[in-house]
């Protein structure tokens, strides 16, 4: 057994250890984008017209549905860099 542990020198513990460092920080996810928390509301108040209020409600769900595209693209790139980084 102490012929397998005398090639565990200092030298190779601290290459372990920097090794681990710099995984953990490859592993490391960047911060989620403050757009992407937003949430939505339609703006339609009591007593607004029903075309006035399809209107703004339209235009709030195409807003969150563009959020939702830009996030969801940040995401994927973001997944991708990972999966290529892991093939390398």
């Not at 250890?17 to 108040?45: F, H, K, M």
């Not at 209107?55 to 860099?81: F, H, P, V």
Request: proline share 2%; charged share 25%.
């Amino acid at each position: 057994m102490a012929l397998f542990l005398s090639g565990c020198g200092a030298g190779s513990l601290q290459k372990t250890g920097e090794l681990n460092a710099a995984i953990t920080e490859t592993r490391t996810l960047p911060d989620y984008p403050g757009d992407c928390r937003r949430t939505s509301r339609s703006g339609v108040q009591e007593g607004d017209r029903l075309d006035i209020a399809l209107i703004k409600t339209d235009a709030a769900l195409g807003r969150q549905n563009a959020r939702t595209e830009r996030c969801a693209g940040w995401y994927d790139a973001l997944q991708q860099g990972f999966l290529n980084e892991h093939a390398k």
